[in-house]
C-alpha cells in the first residue's frame, strides 16, 4: 500500500503535549516517577538452555541485519527509515485509555514508535490480553496531520478529514498501520504505584502482519526520536536493570525521576553519542579491549563512528549478543582461546554460539577478566556476560562477528544497572544484584 506524505506550507498548528498525572505512592509527587518490571521474551516458555539460546541469537541474527540496511542507508535518510529495527528481547506491561486496558509490549531502546492492536482488527494476531477498543475510551483522540508527531513520521497519509494514518515497517516483512492518535497511558506496578501520562502519541494499529503471540500485543519504543515514550515523557533519563536471560526473574525498567537514584556500587560513566544520521540509537565509544592483563591490539578506528553515519557501538537492549566487527572478533577469540586452558566442543548447530569450552565438574574454574576501555572509564565484562551456559559445564561465548558496526547487546549488560541519562550526554553503569530490583 502506497502512503503518499502531504505538506503543508506556512500553516499555523497546534499539537497536544504529554501533560502528567501521579497517582499510587507518587500522589504528593510533582516529578514523573515510574518504576516496572519487564521480562524476557522468551520467560516461562518449556524450552532447554539450548533452545533459549539458539531462538535469541536467531532473533538477534534478524535484528542485526536490519539495523544493517537501515545504517548503510547513511547518506540515503528517506531509503533507510523506511525499515525499523523490529522487534526486541523484553516485555513491559502497561495500560492504555480510560477506564485502562492492559497488555505487554516489547520495550525497544532500538525504535520510537508505540503502538498496540486496536479493535475493530481488519488483520491482528492473537495476543493473551484483550485487544483495545478505542470506542471504549474517554480520552482516547486521532492525532491530525498537521501534528508534530505526525510529521515525524517516516511513513503516513491524510485523509478528508487531516486526520493521521501511519505505516510502520520492520525488516523481517511485519508491519503496522492505522490511526495515529492520543491517548492516556498508566505505567507502573501496582506495589510502587502508577503514573497516568496523558496525550501520549500512539500508533492504533488495525492492520497488523507478521507478530506472533510471544511478541506481546504492541511495541514501546524508547529510542531517541520524537516519538518515543521517553522523549514524550519530556524526562531525559531512564534506567533498566536486566537479569540474566536463561533465569525466570522479572528486571526491573526505571522512568523519570526514579532512574535518578543509583544502588550502592561503583560507577562508571561514558558520554552518550549521537550519530546524526540515526539520530534515535544510543552510541557509546569503545577505545580498546583488554582479555585477562593483555590489551588487544586494534585499532580504534574498529569502533570509531563514521562520517557517514557507518561503523561506532549501538547499545542496544533488544539484541542478545555483543557484535564486533570481524577484525576485533576473530582478535577476541583467539586471545580467549589462547587464556582459557579448557576443552572445546563444537556446539554451534545447537546454539549459534562458537567457540565452547566444557568445564571441569570439580572445582572451579576461573575464566579471564573481559574489560573494555570506554571514553573516560573502563568496565569489567564478568563471565556471565561474556559466557552462556549451553549445557551443564559447557559455557559458549556469547560474541558474535559483524561485518560493519558494533552492538552492546543484553548478556554484555547483565548484572549491570544501566542508565541513559539524555540531557547530560552520559552513559552509567553500576554492578548491580538485578533480581528483586
Known sequence: MAYPVYTLLFMVFTFAVPTISISGNDLNSNKLSIRTTIKHIDAGKNLTRSELIKRAVERGKHRLETLKSRLTAGTSPSAGALVQPGNGEYLMNLG??????YFSAIMDTGSDLIWTQCAPCLLCFSQPTPIFNPAKSSSYSKLSCYSKFCEALPLYSCDKKNTCSYLYQYADYSYTEG???????TLGTSKKGTSKVRNVAFGCGDVNQGFGEGDGAGL???????????????????SYCLT????????SLLLGSSANSLPFGPIRTTSLVKNSLQPSFYYMSLL??????TRLNIPPKTFALNADGTGGVIVDSGTTLFYLPTSAFNLVAAELANQIKLEQVNLYNETGLTPCWKV????TYSFPKFILHLNGTYIELFSENYLLEAYTGIQCLALAPSDSFSIFGNVAQQGYLVRYDLG???LSFVPTNCKGQ
Open 244 to 251: 540474566p536471560m536463561l533465569e525466570s526473574e522479572t528486571s
Open 424 to 426: 547530560g550526554g552520559k
Open 96 to 101: 492504555i485509555g480510560t477506564p485502562p486496558t
Open 220 to 238: 514501546v519504543g524508547l529510542g531517541r526520536g520524537p516519538l518515543s515514550l521517553i522523549s514524550q515523557l519530556d524526562e531525559p533519563q531512564f
Open 360 to 363: 571441569p565438574s570439580k572445582g
Open 179 to 185: 490511526s495515529l492518535a492520543s491517548e492516556t497511558f
Open 288 to 293: 580498546g579491549i583488554i582479555i585477562g592483563k
